[in-house]
């Protein structure tokens, strides 16, 4: 990890951190998926290439990057993901990896393991196969992926467990907490807010818990009570999108998060500067204070 007095002395609006949605081409549906919309040949066919992910990522990197996380979709799906990869890794950057784990074999685990990873966290939605799958549709996603969290441990790979709560699930929810505890070092995750999907379905919303159902839950374990009464909390800190950390999806647009995609910026037309402290800065985000949006003036503009 890069030590804090270092980070501290940072300036103000510095990428420091990037999550890169390298495809949305997946090999399972999960029914509460955002970007399954666009899992088909023709939205794939848009994708950015090798060579445009490179080029930006050489501008990322040259501008200052320090951490870079690749999400999906699922990442492995492309063939040249490790291309990717140990090129990001190589170049010194601290890579966080999201994926479903389904697609990790033996061999991956031994090409994740030559060059470290930061971390990998892998989405476990159920401790048995029959939850899991009716969440993934996938047939035999559930064992590939228990196999993938072994293949992970084994070559002690960092890895964090992590699932969303839905109807479905929310009986094995805390199994599954208890399950990543068993692991040893392995940290433990729950996602609760559910997204439209990238074309506006709110088919994904059909299996969200409601708010006394969500409270029932944390309820029920100490870590997830905790967390959520400091989510309630009046004195959190202000949304800092587009400050620090930024998001870049599967055709080259720079948003503020990857919850944000109401404007965007077009990478592969443009440069990373320009879009980072020019436009960037002049995106509209509902969570940030009057206070913050006072720091991200359209008129700061370092090209």
Not at 137 to 166: E, F, W, Y
Request: proline content about 5%; overall charge neutral.
């Amino acid at each position: 990890m890069v030590p804090q007095v270092k980070l501290s002395r940072l300036p103000e609006r510095f990428p420091l951190a990037c999550q890169w949605e390298l495809t949305c081409r997946c090999n399972l549906r999960c029914v509460m998926c955002y970007t399954d919309c666009r899992n088909n040949p023709d939205s794939v066919r848009r994708e950015l290439t090798t060579a445009e992910i490179v080029r930006i990522l050489d501008q990322l990197i040259e501008a200052g990057l320090l951490e870079l996380c690749l999400t999906g979709g699922e990442p492995l799906a492309r063939a040249d993901f490790f291309e990717i990869y140990e090129y990001a890794v190589s170049r010194g950057l601290l890579v966080t990896l999201f994926t479903n784990g389904t697609l990790i074999t033996e061999s991956v685990a031994d090409r994740l393991a030559a060059l470290p990873p930061h971390r990998v966290e892998i989405s476990l939605h159920g401790t048995t196969a029959g939850t899991f799958e009716q969440i993934t549709q996938g047939n035999g996603s559930h064992a590939r992926c228990m196999d993938a969290i072994r293949l992970l441990l084994a070559r002690r790979i960092p890895l964090l467990v992590k699932t969303t709560a839905l109807t479905l699930n929310r009986d094995e929810i805390l199994a599954v907490k208890a399950y990543a505890a068993s692991l040893g070092p392995v940290a433990f995750r729950l996602g609760e807010d559910l997204r439209p999907e990238l074309d506006g379905g709110a088919g994904p919303f059909r299996y969200a818990l409601s708010r006394q159902e969500l409270d029932e839950l944390h309820r029920q374990d100490q870590d997830l009570w905790s967390e959520a009464c400091r989510k309630s909390g009046t004195d959190l800190p202000p949304c800092n999108s587009g400050m620090r950390r930024f998001h870049i999806d599967a055709y080259g647009g720079m948003q503020l998060c990857s919850g944000n995609r109401r404007q965007s910026y077009d990478l592969r037309h443009g440069s990373f500067r320009e879009g980072f402290y020019g436009a960037l800065p002049g995106f509209a985000c509902e969570w940030k204070t009057s206070a913050a949006t006072a720091l991200v003036q359209p008129e700061t503009h370092h090209v």
